[in-house]
């Protein structure tokens, strides 16, 4: 049993010497970029986030499996695929996942071993592999650098050959206690600028809209774009 397993067992003081456990003993790696925060994230064992799991998911998964089956889409690229757990209540019928994370890709190429339907492969190298739909999930806004977005945006619209689905904040008003991973971008205003070609045909408010707790609401709205 290691040293934080043990912590947890202890009544009473447990949070208190988790607080220094997690502080001087084994403190946060200071952020060192967008790519790296989820690499080391998902190596140290760490999951997609509040947002993959429980109702929020259920919700983005109603509304994807609703507009796959209604839009009768054949095929389907993720970036930034994470560890899978979204993409388990997912129905589609051919599907190529994306992420910056090794160990997301080894989890999702193991919790999915027995469906030939799905594909996983790292983002570098990426090809030039296009689908009807690509999906961006709770991913712009932990693009720190402008560059990584940029590139990031351009791939996601270029690879589609139909529709973007986006579900994401879509402002830039960043508080400054914001956490070092999350920067809310204004994204749609770079469509507009730089993908003329592409139109939003609807925009989809969150069921459960952010509350202050991550785990039972979201900033992130859908977003979904077509191709003119």
């Known amino acids: ?6 912590i947890k067992k202890i009544p009473v003081i447990g949070p208190v010497l988790r607080r220094i456990y997690s502080t001087w003993i084994n403190p946060p790696k200071p952020f060192q970029g967008s790519e790296d925060y989820w690499k080391d994230r998902y190596e140290a064992g760490g999951n997609s986030g509040d947002g993959s799991y429980n109702q929020l998911a259920e919700f983005k998964a109603e509304i994807l499996n609703t507009f796959v089956s209604e839009e009768k889409i054949t095929s389907v690229i993720e970036y930034g695929c994470g560890d899978g757990n979204q993409l388990s209540l997912a129905q589609y019928p051919k599907y190529i996942g994306f992420d910056v994370s090794p160990n997301a890709i080894t989890r999702c190429l193991k919790r999915f071993s027995n469906d030939e339907t799905k594909t996983f492969k790292l983002m570098e190298p990426c090809g030039d592999e296009t689908a009807e739909l690509t999906l961006s999930l709770d991913v712009i806004y932990h693009l720190i650098e402008d560059t990584i977005f940029v590139d990031y945006m351009n791939r996601l619209f270029d690879s589609s050959e139909k529709f973007v689905v986006i579900y994401a904040s879509d ?14 971008r204004k994204f749609s205003k770079w469509i507009n600028d730089h993908k003329a070609e592409w139109r939003q045909i609807r925009h989809i408010p969150n069921k459960y809209p952010f509350n202050g707790d991550t785990k039972s609401g979201s900033f992130a709205d859908f977003y979904i774009y077509s191709k003119a």
Do not use: C, G, L, R
């Not at 402002?171 to 809310?184: F, I, L, R, S, W």
């Open 1 to 6: 049993m290691s040293m934080k397993q043990i």
């Open 171 to 184: 402002t830039d008003d960043n508080p400054e206690d914001m956490a070092a991973h999350v920067k809310h």
